[in-house]
């Protein structure tokens, strides 16, 4: 039977179960085949747009993998109160064996799984329909691709494979390159971390060459897995797996590219009246954003006051003096003075309450429809944790805070000093972000900041969704 693609803005795949095999299939919403997607570069175009637009999904980037449930997973949120309608609470203790958490697994699964297969489509059809593009085209159009398997297998790893030096031989998810109908045997851990780190070097090899980045500043491409975009990956992934040189390597390729620059305290506490528009996103510190055009009923139902106290995702102003050491200096951070504020007499997180001047033209200049995906300060972090010395370390943790409005930190710093350093930042920078909990699983924290019990180790390992489980007879040992 044909495949056809649905096309409506985005590509959509749907991943089908049965209780004998799983495949994928598509909605017939147009009568655009598969053969007839791919016998023009537009249609390529579409195509990768359409993986993009997947990763907007609230099921993944768009709220799960970003402010909504990995995020509070990591304790960013007090969601404990008696309100039914109160959102992601069997996330806050970990039960794992809710149907709440179920869900949101579920989700994630199938969603990731379904944007892989879409770009294993183009990175198949760019190698049969190769004729139809330019040298320019099959480069962007491969890269980015490869990019983007590697790239969702390396989150589906990092929340449902074991944490890398205690599993690395353990099996942990399917690393699919091929669409098809086979139950995959699910690959180690150190596997994953080579498939996508294979497939980030041809990436970097493409790009490298094609991508209007490396010789401009773009910013339309910083919503693209860009060649800049593909080394930040790398340095994430090597720091993951422990090879510290590869890591700072990557993360040195970045910074010194001279292409992100750290927002301003001007603009980062800008007054959103006029042609003056507060950039909580610290919009040139993105090395990969992903576009979410209809964020706006997600942050509202998360981050705005509705009528009482407790019912939405925030916490506690203690809570938030706490987090940002407002008693030892953290007063002044850009971060606690101008992405915390006031809604109905309670204080929100407001990083993505963003907003965009009337005056602006220009689409891909928003700064309301975005989510962070890579950013410049995590470089900087992977520098410091890499460091051959702690004296070494903190002065590239430094660099961030005089660019957060905070004081340096003493260089005859003990290394337990700068470790413990090092996770306040990561607390303060990526809070509401998703990238906490995972730093909290690669750094094995015994206790979360705002959780009063210790960790297990396996409650840093979400479980594999029921119904992969059943189709999939091969995780077992």
């Not at 992934?237 to 992100?260: C, E, F, P, Q, R």
């Not at 975005?370 to 890499?386: Q, S």
Request: proline fraction near 3%.
């Amino acid at each position: 039977m044909k495949r056809t693609i649905l096309i409506i803005g985005i590509l959509s795949i749907v991943v089908v179960f049965s209780s004998c095999k799983k495949f994928l299939d598509v909605a017939p919403k147009t009568n655009l085949s598969e053969e007839q997607l791919f016998t023009s570069e537009v249609g390529f175009q579409q195509a990768l747009s359409g993986v993009y637009g997947q990763l907007a999904s609230n099921s993944l980037y768009g709220d799960n993998l970003s402010m909504g449930f990995v995020s509070a997973l990591a304790q960013n949120y007090s969601t404990l109160n008696s309100n039914a309608d109160v959102a992601l609470q069997q996330t806050q203790v970990l039960n794992f064996a809710s149907a709440e958490v179920a869900g949101y697994t579920n989700a994630i699964w199938s969603a990731s799984y379904s944007a892989i297969a879409a770009a294993n489509k183009i990175i198949a059809n760019t190698e049969t329909s190769r004729s139809v593009l330019t040298d320019n085209a099959y480069a962007l159009l491969r890269g980015e691709a490869l990019a983007l398997r590697a790239f969702i297998h390396f989150d589906l790893l990092r929340m449902f494979g074991p944490e890398y030096t205690a599993g690395a031989n353990l099996k942990a998810i399917p690393y699919k390159k091929e669409v098809n109908e086979n139950a995959e045997i699910p690959s180690t851990t150190a596997d994953v971390v080579q498939f996508a780190l294979a497939d980030l070097k041809q990436a970097e090899d493409l790009l490298l060459q094609a991508d209007p980045i490396v010789s401009s500043d773009l910013r339309s491409r910083r919503n693209k897995l860009n060649y800049y975009g593909v080394k930040a990956l790398e340095a994430r992934i090597k720091l993951y797996s422990g090879d510290m040189d590869g890591a700072a390597a990557a993360a040195n390729v970045v910074i010194n590219s001279a292409k992100y620059t750290f927002v301003t305290q001007a603009a980062a506490g800008a007054v959103s009246t006029g042609l003056l528009v507060r950039d909580r996103l610290y919009f040139n510190e993105q090395v990969f954003m992903i576009r979410v055009r209809d964020i706006l009923p997600t942050v509202q139902r998360y981050f705005r006051f509705r009528g009482a106290v407790g019912q939405t995702l925030t916490r506690t102003t203690a809570n938030f003096n706490t987090l940002y050491e407002t008693t030892s200096g953290g007063g002044t951070d850009f971060r606690y003075l101008y992405r915390l504020e006031q809604d109905g007499g309670s204080l929100f997180p407001s990083k993505f309450w963003q907003a965009s001047t009337a005056t602006t033209t220009i689409t891909d200049n928003l700064l309301d429809q975005y989510v962070p995906g890579i950013r410049l300060a995590e470089m900087y972090y992977i520098l410091a944790e890499t460091a051959e010395t702690p004296a070494m370390g903190v002065e590239y943790l430094n660099t961030v805070r005089q660019n957060r409005g905070l004081s340096n930190l003493a260089t005859d710093i003990t290394a337990t000093a700068l470790t413990a350093a090092i996770t306040k930042e990561y607390q303060k920078e990526f809070y509401a972000e998703g990238q906490l909990f995972f730093y909290y699983k690669r750094t094995k924290t015994l206790r979360m900041q705002f959780r009063n019990v210790d960790m297990a180790p396996e409650q840093y390992v979400l479980p594999i969704p029921d119904a992969e489980l059943q189709f999939n007879p091969n995780y077992g040992n």
